[in-house]
């Protein structure tokens, strides 16, 4: 990235505007600066009926296979939608000639904790118990998320273990958010040394988490930081990505060291030079790129 680049990301990032007070603003930012450039043919809406709520779903059929990732998309729990990643998820679907199915589940702080959480796990519940119907398997089922997205993805890993509702094979978390203390006596030193400067900052995941979590108490539940599960015996296998210059990073290169301890395999790579939310951002193609090589090697699909 040239100097330019860096100044004015520099300067982005470093505009005191709250996220707190002005999320609304950054959801409408977000459709601007994130256009639907995809034919409609491309994709189909479809809606999941949960009993007391109905959450919808954008499905991409690029290739037309019998194996699927399930997105969630990132955002801080506050922004963020199939809308505004669906450039990004037909990508996705392009490159790993997979189905993507991603989830709309609902934003804080309008439906704080567990609500977002409960919907991606009851839609990914859904789709597990009718796996025939949808002419799919169990063993071509890949669950994936991005910062947000990644830590609900890990926390729908470690709960469905726990109760046993279904079984999730492969997970990828891409510079995931795994824990709650974003304060300045953190133990993972990058949320300091990489919180200014690149894009996403200390106090923007601050303000996140205080709009995603409304007790005290949820902060030290593993479905809201995975890095506070007691044990992690039998999770997915894991390809777990980082970004060099992300506040994000120690915390996803130490739950990659966890799910190893607990004898998980796990394919863990941190990106130098690349900074958080690679994926749906031009200006880091090379990462981008990059990123959808380990995914593909970490699929292991034989596509004809």
Known sequence: MGKFFSKVIKTVSNRDISIKKNYKLFRKLQKIINPNIINKKEYEDIVF??????????????????KAIIFIHGGGWVMGSVESYTNTCMELSKKT???????????????PYPNGFNDCYDVVKLIMDNLETLGLKEEDICLMGDSAGGNLVAAISLKSKYTKDFKINKQILLYPALQSDYSNHTKFKSVIENGKDYILTQKQLQEYMALYVSTSKDLESPYVSPLKA???????????????????????????????????????????????????????????MKAY???????????D
């Open 97 to 111: 000639k997979r189905m993507v199915i991603a989830i709309d589940y609902r934003l804080a702080p309008e439906y």
């Open 49 to 66: 009926f949960l009993g007391d709520r109905d959450i919808k779903a954008r499905v991409f059929y690029y290739h037309n296979n019998h």
């Open 230 to 288: 007691k044990t992690l015996f039998f999770q997915p296998d894991t390809l777990l990505i980082t970004s060099d210059l992300d506040p994000l990073r120690d915390e996803g290169k130490y739950y990659a060291k966890r799910l190893r301890r607990y004898f998980n395999r796990v394919k863990y790579y941190n990106f130098k030079e690349a900074m958080h939310g690679f994926l749906s951002q031009p200006i880091q193609k090379k990462h981008t």
């Open 293 to 303: 090589n380990k995914i593909i090697e970490f699929l292991g699909d034989v596509n």
